[in-house]
């Protein structure tokens, strides 16, 4: 027995002798442990830390490491060691004082003093282990008479300052003040342990925020400045909507302090998104709006003098630069307009961002930055705060770094955080990217301003993300005209007793002597002066012009009026020579060391054969609209589930090396020697995130053709805030151009209801072209049309249209989006391809692809017109083949849906005056593009013939799950399309 004891204890020591990682240590020891704790799972720890005390060599490098970490091999107490025996309470005492400290850093934020209120719900945090009474010293191993007792200090704090050692009592004290007072840290899931020292640092220190007097003062001006303009606002118009930030006041100048920060640091532009709530007060205190251009917006009897619906005054942008007082540099503060979709802004504003930094070479983020500003109940609550934060790393979408500020009224509308969310903290979504996490009471200008700042420098330092969770209350209800007490009574008995933190800090800074009551009624008097000022001239005012509050004009795209210089545009044809370059780029191996897939060597070949014949698929022709615009120094970029190879396997921009891990080569970056750059990125697998995240950044830029590619069309569902709030209206309510690009795939192809429609029904319907008025057909007729709709909507039926298409998309004179239906099948349909001489000079997009057959060298001979659009093209003309209808039945193509083409499609039928018209679609009846082609057709035509519908019946999927059924469906529907008595009598 005692022999296989023996041989257990000698394993025992051998595996411990080898790493404490046995054990579970890794660097560092843990603070659940102390050396007794050890000893008591294993009697060899104690003598190895004595051996070690002895002689530090003795011990595997492992425990060196381990035992030096707690700071207790300095030369005073190894030699006094080394003449006595090792007391094992000073060995406990040292360790437990780790674990003390690492408890209030992992969870001193839990009871930190965080709430104005001092409503915080906590029932479900536990802080038993936190030291406030002395009956918890003793799940310490401490004693209350060892609170005098001198403790080492470990390296992993800065609470001592310049001393290495303090007492229990001074330690337990400090960790109190640092991290449960006003501010509340949460970063100990960093797995960065520079990071981790560099927060301790910044918070633990003593002394570590301190203001000077001056700005103290400073700070009491900008609060003093935040208050009083929403008090003039209620005083003026009591009775209006504004979204007063009362309550958490000192938004204001927190945001100065990172703005000032940053600017100090090198940053001199900010991109800012937020919501409504504060939204008057930052463009005003922080952006720099002039008052009176604020206040003339509640005047409901001033006229605007710009086009489109306009928005609310708190949902505008605006841009201004100006040079930064601290800095002394020139710096741009845009504000994004948004609506009033909570959150949406976040990946506008990381699109836009990123744009500014790629435009200007700015690898680091070290000249550009965004600001997000969020509500609790939002953050917390909307998924696309999820998918932002996601895209804050990733190699094609990280801006380097953002601000998140988040005005935590600890309600949202009437619900409070036990119903809105199940997580303690609104900001626990952050911890999803290891951002670190400063909590602080909005009541404390001070803290508020410390953190902030510490904010400000970790970005510009590390270039990730960063969260402040600005607590406060909201003074008055969701808006100014709410009764808050219905649903929280509670609540607003104590806000009714909250003393406003501007009353709060004065009255400090008076008793300090930082200010005079005298000087603090100065201030006072001599902003509502401003104010008074600013009211009596904003009575001679109109509502600005576009250059003041657009976020980011597009400086010299547009003529002196703000309106496009020409409505031309020039054919979107290129030579032939470069046709051919790009083609052979596109179907060449690029390195004879890079091994190719044998799949993709076939499409490289195929691609070298339809070079050869002057031929071009739907991929080719999309590599040549691309590269021959890269040639024209447009920055093209790609973005997108998947599109780096294509969803359907036809792209391959990106080629990888068979037998070399990460080993890419991208053909499309080095076509010219002097080219603009190419983007193509797989994002995400996010549509809400990445599709805003696109859309700002084609904001930034008219000269950029941006293109965001659904993996298939019906996944813009997950996006749709995106496309309803800023895509479709964003040009209307904010004046703002918008060039983005969709590309949708859409196709009735049998593979069931999920992926088979773009429901681009949905895009013509937002569409505002009138569908009883036949437009004023004049010189550019064409292109006029466009700039007075909202958006494009196409689906092209060939290759060379697709071309011409993306081309024009960057030779208009102006910017709109082109919601665009790309096809599936088609992108290997032999019949579905194109000439060269179809995208050469002098040849452009087709609005209308007429009947070019038989029937068009007789057309009175033709007894059915069918109108139709994409694939289903194809189906037609392969049935009418096998029927021999080819003289009977015209078939003419729309190829853009809106803004309508009723010249060309009254063009066509006048061509054939005895036929009959019929819409032939592929989707059903209540889907697709009829309920949007029927009017305007019968418009086109003065009413004079009726427009019959062929296609599928009215159903509630976009399409059956059955092939058979989808078989069928498709059968019966041409069927009808050649059946020439088929409306005879109806």
Known sequence: MMLALTRVGAACRTRLAAAPRALGVAQGPPLAMSVRSLQLENGYVQAMYQEWMQDPSSVHQSWDNYFRSANLGSPSLLSSVQTSPVNEKTVSDHMNVHKLIRAYQVRGHLIAKLDPLQLQNQDHIVTKDLIYDMSSLASYGFLESDLDQTLKLPNTTFIGGDRSDLTLRDILQRLKDVYCGSIGVEFMFINDREQCQWIRQRFEVPGAGTLTPAEKKQLLIRLLRATRFEEFLAKKWSSEKRFGVEGCEMLVPALRTIVDCSSVMGVDAITLGMPHRGRLNVLVNVIRKGLDEVFCQFDSKLEPQEEGSGDVKYHLGMSHQHI?????????????????HLEAVGPVVQGKTRAEQFYRGDTEGKQVMSVLIHGDAAFAGQGVVYETFHLSDLPAYTTH??????????????TDPRSSRSSPYCTDVARVVNAPIFHVNADDPEAVTHVCRVAAEWRNTFHKDVVVDLVGYRRNGHNEVDEPMFTQPFMYKRVARQVPVLKQYSDALIKE???????????????DQICEDAYASSKDEKLQRTSQWIDSPWHGFFGPDGRPQSMWTPPSGVPEEILEHIGKAA??????????????MRVLRSRAEMVKNRTADWALAEYMAFGSLLKEGVHVRLSGQDVERGTFSHRHHVLHDQNVDKKTLVPMKNLWPSQAPYTVCNSSLSEYGVLGFELGFAMSSPHALVCWEAQFGDFNNMAQCIIDQFISSGQAKWLRQNGIVLLLPHGMEGMGPEHSSARLERFLQMCTDDPDVFPKIGEHFDVRQIFESNWTVANCSTPANYFHILRRQILLPFRKPLILATPKSLLRLPEARSSFADMMPGTSFRRVIPEEGPAAKDPGEVRRLI???????YDLVRERDARGMQGLVAICRL????????????DEALRYPAAELVWCQEEHKNQGFFAHVHPRVRT????????WYVGRDAASAPATGNKYLHNMESERFLAKAFHLDAFKGI
Do not use: M, W
């Open 867 to 873: 109108f139709c659009c994409g694939k289903v093209y």
């Open 895 to 906: 190829e853009q849906l809106s803004p309508f083409p009723h010249d060309l499609v009254r």
């Open 587 to 600: 179907s060449s191996v690029p390195a004879p060391d890079f091994n190719i897939h044998p799949g993709l």
């Open 401 to 414: 770094g953002t601000i998140h500020l988040v005005v935590n009224n600890q309600i949202g509308f009437t």
């Open 324 to 340: 930064n007082r601290l800095s002394g540099r020139k710096l741009k503060l845009s504000l994004v307009a948004n609506p009033s």
């Open 940 to 947: 086109a035509i003065s009413q004079s013939r009726p427009l």
């Open 513 to 527: 002597g930082v200010i005079t009551g005298q000087e603090y009624k100065t201030e006072v008097s001599k902003f």
